[in-house]
């Protein structure tokens, strides 16, 4: 059922996008990205896309009607927590074709600003790996076209990349983050008492999910754990959280703005 001031693309009607769109609404998007994988004996297998897509809803709401949060990819490339029963993995390439199909999908819509905003770690070197192409890829076909007196002056393919992508408007703005990218280092470290971060199920994941989804972490676990999640609190989890909302926020505003 669509909620006043909705964000979450899934949620509305084709007419109800349509007619969003023609508003001139929704003119940037957030693809939350995560994992399914085990966070410890204390918090439940979507802790990576439950915080990303918070964060997410989060971001577009301060910027309603400007931004819509399309359908999170769920599952990661977490191959690495496979030693772990109930944790589920995807190929690097299959992963990212899906990834890609998602943006494009966006971009032939019209919605030409796309943040994937990431909260797993083991999608980080697989996106960064590719998104510069992707980026020579959308901007080509879908962005803004080069004029016939910059294709004249292009004589290699450094040129033609540096045309293609270094302008003010290509016409596409892709963009990749994990949400903790946008918490300064700095700020992360006053909060937090341990020296693991952001970690993987300790103080600054099990903080945040206390704060932000409490339902998903099994407080009496905490303690058999021997890692720094037992300094985690919810009102840590509320500073870093907050944090990155502001951040996340300001990134797509800039990017609406361009």
């Known amino acids: 059922m669509k909620r006043d001031n909705e964000v979450r693309l899934e949620n509305h009607t084709r007419r109800e996008f ?26 439940e297998f979507p802790q990576d896309i439950t915080s990303s897509t918070y964060v997410a809803e989060r971001a577009a709401g301060n910027l309603y ?38 943006v494009e999908s966006l971009v032939r819509h019209g919605i030409k ?16 790996g590719v998104i510069h192409q992707w980026r020579q890829l959308l901007t080509a076909n879908h962005g803004n076209p080069l004029s016939e007196s910059v294709k004249a002056g292009v004589r290699t393919h450094s040129d033609y990349v540096s045309a293609l992508l270094d302008r003010n408007d290509t016409g596409v ?17 006053e ?8 970690g993987h199920a300790g103080e600054f994941e099990t ?13 009496e676990a905490i303690a058999h754990n021997d890692d720094d999640s037992s300094l985690a609190t919810a009102e840590k989890g509320r500073l870093v959280a907050d944090k990155a909302v502001e951040g996340v926020t300001a990134v797509v505003k800039e990017m609406l703005s361009g």
């Open 191 to 198: 909060v937090l008492d341990g020296s693991d971060y952001p």
């Open 207 to 219: 903080s945040f999910s206390l704060y932000a989804q409490p339902e998903v972490v099994r407080q």
């Open 18 to 43: 349509r007619e969003a769109l023609a508003a001139g609404h929704f003119r940037a998007a957030i693809i939350a990205t995560g994992s399914i994988e085990q966070h410890m004996e204390h918090m």
């Open 65 to 102: 009607p400007g931004v819509v949060v399309s359908v999170p990819m769920n599952i990661g490339i977490s191959e690495h927590h496979m030693g772990f029963p109930g944790t589920m993995t995807a190929r690097s390439e299959s992963w990212l074709a899906v990834l890609f199909d998602a």
């Open 173 to 189: 703005d892709l963009r990749f983050n994990s949400y903790w990218d946008l918490i300064p280092v700095e700020f992360a470290h």
């Open 113 to 128: 600003r796309v943040l994937i905003l990431n909260g797993h770690g083991g999608n980080v070197s697989p996106v960064l």
